[in-house]
Structures are given as structure tokens and as C-alpha cells.
T-cell receptor, first 112, second 115 residues
Framework: GEDVEQSLFLSVREGDSSVINCTYTDSSSTYLYWYKQEPGAGLQLLTY?????DMKQDQRLTVLLNKKDKHLSLRIADTQTGDSAIYFC????????????FGPGTSLSVIP | GAVVSQHPSRVICKSGTSVKIECRSL??????MFWYRQFPKKSLMLMAT?????????EQGVEKDKFLINHASLTLSTLTVTSAHPEDSSFYIC???????????FGPGTRLTVT
């Protein structure tokens, strides 16, 4: 079945860039997403990328997709303490775009 | 943006009782809503897909008689945890799909603690 993997923890200093990596197994993925979850809260969609794109930039966020290696990354430039959260990588199937498979989440800690 | 609410945000119940969690889309109609469960230090697991006016589709391993889902209107879906046990304690999150959008809008979640 489909599987999405991420490293569980990342710690960076305030002002540095954060790079969160994700790998997935479903070659028919159509959409790939990054969600942010702050403590005790629900998920917030940060950004997404279509599978026919290599890169997407949105302000401080840059998403890179290597479809051949099934590797997705999220780069946060100038990381701030408010960026501390859990970041979930997710993918949705080609035939059912509304079923989303989530990775385990990467807990990002930003050190002042 | 689209807003999804959940009620209650936190609930504590005794073992053996039932708990109902509501998920509402506040400013849009959601033909499809999803229920997720989040285990500590683990990812979200999709429990079921709820379509308005029809029976929910449960994921493998999710007991439909234990987790009753009702999607009676285009703005409301409910999840009832029946005969709750301590192992049902978890964070339950709903999401809603707006029309043909690819994007799911997530609720804030409900923390269920079964004592």
C-alpha cells in the first residue's frame, strides 16, 4: 500500500533555513502536500505541489519534488520561533484525489 | 478561507459510555468529510470517509459499529465513539472537502480521554 515517510525530529537555530524531507511510495500520486500542526490544533495546509512540477516557491517556503526518487522537501527560509510545529508530508492518489495519506510528521524545534 | 469547527474541543468520559463529536463546515457546503485519528507521536490515520446522505466508507481495521459516523447535512458530520474504552483515547480530527477542490479543510481536533 501507499506509504509516506519522514524523519521525526529537526532542530534549527532561529534565522537559519530548515529543510524537512519526505519520501513516498505511490508512483501515481497526483498532489503532494505540506501541512503544519501547531500544538493542540488541527492541520493547516501550508502548500502543495502537483506531481508534474519540480519546484514551487511561496514566500519563505520552497517545495522541491524529485518524482524519479519520490522525494519531496520543504525548505523554510529564515526560520522563526513561530515555525516550531509538526510538519506533515502527505500525498493523494491519482484516482481519488480526496483520500490523503499522511507521513508521521516532523517535529521542528526552533532554537532562539 | 473555509472554516471547519469541531465540538467539543476536549472531552473526558468514563469507560463504557458513548461520546459524540461534531464537525461543521461553517461557510461552505461539504459533500465529503473525513475523520482522522492521531496517535501520540504518530501520523494521522484516516478512519472513514463520510458522504452526505450515504453510509460512511470505513478504512480497513476501523470498526464501523464502534465509530458511528453520520453525515446528515452538507455542513455537519458526527462521529460517535460507542462504549468507549481507554484505548480509544486520542485526538480526533475531521476535515471537509469543498466541492471539487483538492484541498481539505481541517477542524481543530477533539481530544478524547476515556478514564
Amino acid at each position: 500500500g501507499e506509504d509516506v515517510e519522514q524523519s521525526l525530529f529537526l532542530s534549527v537555530r532561529e534565522g537559519d533555513s530548515s529543510v524537512i524531507n519526505c519520501t513516498y511510495t505511490d508512483s501515481s500520486s497526483t498532489y503532494l502536500y505540506w501541512y503544519k500542526q501547531e500544538p493542540g490544533a488541527g492541520l493547516q495546509l501550508l502548500t502543495y505541489i502537483f506531481s508534474n512540477m519540480d519546484m514551487k516557491q511561496d514566500q519563505r517556503l520552497t517545495v522541491l519534488l524529485n518524482k524519479k526518487d519520490k522525494h519531496l522537501s520543504l525548505r523554510i527560509a529564515d526560520t522563526q520561533t513561530g515555525d516550531s510545529a509538526i510538519y506533515f508530508c502527505a500525498e493523494s492518489e491519482k484516482t481519488s484525489y480526496d483520500k490523503v495519506i499522511f507521513g508521521p510528521g516532523t517535529s521542528l524545534s526552533v532554537i532562539p | 478561507g473555509a472554516v471547519v469547527s469541531q465540538h467539543p474541543s476536549r472531552v473526558i468520559c468514563k469507560s463504557g459510555t458513548s461520546v459524540k463529536i461534531e464537525c461543521r463546515s461553517l461557510d461552505f457546503q461539504a459533500t465529503t468529510m473525513f475523520w482522522y485519528r492521531q496517535f501520540p507521536k504518530k501520523s494521522l490515520m484516516l478512519m472513514a470517509t463520510s458522504n452526505e446522505g450515504s453510509k460512511a466508507t470505513y478504512e480497513q481495521g476501523v470498526e464501523k459499529d464502534k465509530f458511528l459516523i453520520n453525515h446528515a447535512s452538507l455542513t455537519l458530520s458526527t462521529l460517535t465513539v460507542t462504549s468507549a474504552h481507554p484505548e480509544d483515547s486520542s485526538f480526533y480530527i475531521c476535515s471537509a472537502l469543498a466541492g471539487s477542490s483538492y484541498e481539505q479543510y481541517f477542524g481543530p481536533g477533539t481530544r478524547l480521554t476515556v478514564t
